[in-house]
């Protein structure tokens, strides 16, 4: 297997730069630049159970979350970020020679867990414009028996595109389980969760990561058919989501007012930043109804302007594939940040 290759420290980049931690600007992993609810700050230090187990059914978290999504708690589960779910996913459904159906380009995470877990991974390439290709899919599930889980997203990472009503109404009639993960849907409205109550094949993948800001302490859930949910009960680590997790999640459940204001205020630095990165003659941005937008580098290296940002302590995020290798992925961060980089980027794009 190839390693998996870990971000840099800020401590570490801070020194390797010259430039003091708190002055890099980190627009390089979707993070929420807001961080947490102050809620959660006093959750945590007000927690007093830190040397009891937790939960393993974190029966508070799902009852919140239930009231979040409209969904009752009985199909969900919480996990260690939705990562941890992934895995799970894969290790109940593909036993080594089955196979994973991935769209490219999309989140590193299915084809980790996949491979981690002895299956093989069939690409589909997503179209030029980033839409899926139902009909590429369509003739692998009915072709490859060994064929078990399809991972699609929406908004996708990296593009931000949303899939449509239609194309996952067709893709669910698939002999296929259909994991829909939406880390990114706060960000756009219109989730699919209860979708999930009609169809026994899918299941739909949330986090606390990103609208809620809770990237480092690792609490994600997915919404599954009860009958998948039996038996991922079954497989999971018993004390998967801790107990600082669970009471910064419930913190934020209880102040979903003042999370959705960071994400209003997001995306409409979302909408500022996408017509200012469309003014350089460099720069082809792609829409995004996430909180990062991609584009497509022209008439200079992507590798190298990505280089020339992080020199001026300006992080984005590079793919070295080859789909992608003319494009750099820029995570909406504060009107204070964009203007930093949107100076930074004139500066680079005259040299
Ligand atoms: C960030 C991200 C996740 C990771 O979620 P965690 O809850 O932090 O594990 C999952 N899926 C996609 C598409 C992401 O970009």
New binding site residues.
């Given amino acids: 297997m190839a390693p998996y290759t870990p971000i840099v420290p800020f401590d570490v980049l801070s020194k390797r730069l010259g430039i003091p931690a708190e002055d890099i600007i980190k627009l390089d992993a979707?993070e929420n630049p807001y961080g947490p609810s102050p809620a959660v700050y006093r959750a945590l230090a007000n927690e007093k159970d830190y040397h009891i187990y937790p939960d393993p059914d974190s029966t508070a978290l799902r009852q919140a979350l239930s009231q979040y999504t409209g969904i009752d708690a009985t199909h969900i589960i919480a996990g260690q970020?939705?990562?941890?779910l992934?895995d799970l996913i894969v290790r109940l459904f593909v036993s080594p020679g089955d196979a994973v159906i991935n769209c490219p380009p999309a989140?590193g995470?299915y084809r980790f867990d996949t491979e981690l877990n002895g299956g093989k991974i069939i690409d589909v390439e997503r179209k030029a414009d980033f839409t899926l290709d139902p009909e590429a899919i369509t003739e692998i599930a009915s072709s490859d028996r060994n064929a078990k889980i399809l991972f699609i997203?929406s908004p996708n990472?990296p593009d931000g595109s949303l899939l449509s009503d239609v194309c996952l109404r067709e893709l669910l009639e698939l002999p296929l389980i259909v994991v829909l993960?939406e880390?990114?849907i706060e960000f756009a409205g219109g989730s699919r969760a209860d979708w999930v109550l009609q169809h026994e094949n899918l299941v739909v993948?949330r986090?606390?990561?990103?609208w809620a800001g809770l990237?480092g302490l690792?609490?994600?859930y997915g919404v599954f058919p009860e009958w998948i949910i039996s038996h991922l009960l079954k497989i999971k680590q018993p004390y998967n989501v801790n107990a600082a997790g669970s009471a910064a999640a419930l913190a934020s459940l209880s102040d979903v007012h003042h999370l959705q204001e960071n994400v209003r205020k997001i995306v409409a630095e979302r909408e500022r930043l996408y017509p200012a990165l469309r003014e350089f003659d460099f720069l082809e941005p792609y829409p995004s109804e996430a909180n990062f937008i991609l584009s497509r580098v022209v008439g200079r290296d992507a590798a190298g302007l990505k280089a020339a940002l992080a020199e001026r302590g300006i992080l984005i995020r590079y793919f070295n594939t080859p789909r992608l290798q003319d494009h750099v992925r820029i995570s909406v961060g504060k009107p204070a940040q964009t203007s930093v980089l949107l100076d930074a980027l004139e500066v680079v794009g005259s040299q």
């Fill in positions: 979707n970020g939705a990562d941890e992934i989140f995470m997203t990472n993960d880390a990114y993948l986090t606390f990561s990103k990237a690792r609490v994600g």
